[in-house]
């Protein structure tokens, strides 16, 4: 069963717009997300994350929104840039209370066009 | 401050045999987590560790595959006898292991790449 879903494969974005990517999650337990930004042949990179107990996280061009009772995050990178193609994965914490594994998404591929 | 390093990055080997990968984390980190990608997977939880003991296993970790912290601080994950199915990208991640937002965030080393032939 996959707990933490990315429906998106793919997703093409013009310069300068706002990139939007999904992630949804079926179990309640997870009480924090973050997101990875991965290159290829390189390791995820740490990007953004958010408590259960917020609805908003913002670090610079990128904001995450958590809306819980539809067990939805959404990033928002603001203004997209060519350097932001990657592989974007959405991952989740706190199954067993004590914060030990992360449970990842499928991954949405981010292209930012000219 | 240097990141999670791994060693070797790629590693071709034939089935049946063993191999071994290391993982260096964050110096002042005290949990070391494995996690295994396949192509067009996320990154799927192997086991972690906080200081030397190993706290949780999951069900994906075979008993060919055997993970060591002897020390605290470096990691080795072991395979026996390798299969085709063991090809994938091995990822070695470190936390604080503190309150906050350092006890959940996880940061990642560039991963070796097994191919099983």
């Known amino acids: 069963d996959q707990q933490v879903k990315q429906n998106s494969p793919s997703l093409s974005v013009q310069e300068g717009r706002i990139s939007i990517l999904n992630c949804d999650y079926t179990?309640?337990?997870?009480?924090?997300f973050l997101w990875y930004k991965k290159y290829p042949a390189e390791g995820p990179t740490f990007l953004i994350s958010?408590?259960?107990?917020?609805d908003k996280n913002e670090d610079g061009r990128f904001t995450v929104f958590l809306n819980k009772s539809a067990k939805h995050l959404s990033l928002h990178i603001v203004p997209s840039q060519p350097g932001d193609s990657a592989v974007y994965f959405c991952?989740?914490?706190?199954?067993?209370?004590?914060?030990?594994?992360?449970?990842f998404g499928t991954g949405t591929r981010l292209q930012v066009t000219l | 401050d240097t990141g999670v390093s791994q060693d070797p990055r790629h590693k071709i080997t034939k089935r049946g045999q063993n191999v071994t990968f290391r993982c260096d984390p964050i110096?002042?980190?005290?949990?070391l987590y494995w996690y295994r990608q396949t192509l067009g997977q996320g990154p799927e939880f192997l086991t972690y560790f906080q200081n030397e003991a190993q706290l949780e296993k999951s069900r994906l970790l075979s008993d060919r595959f055997s993970a060591e912290r002897p020390k605290g601080s470096f990691s080795t994950l072991e395979i026996q006898r390798t299969e085709q199915g063991d090809s994938a990208m091995y990822l070695c991640a470190s936390s604080l292991g503190s309150s906050g937002r350092a006890y959940y965030e996880q940061y990642f080393g560039p991963g070796t790449r097994l191919t099983v032939t």
């Open positions: 991952a989740a914490s706190g199954e067993t209370g004590t914060a030990s594994k992360l449970t």
């Open positions: 179990n309640s337990m997870f009480d924090y």
């Open positions: 110096s002042e980190h005290n949990r």
């Open positions: 958010i408590s259960s107990i917020k």
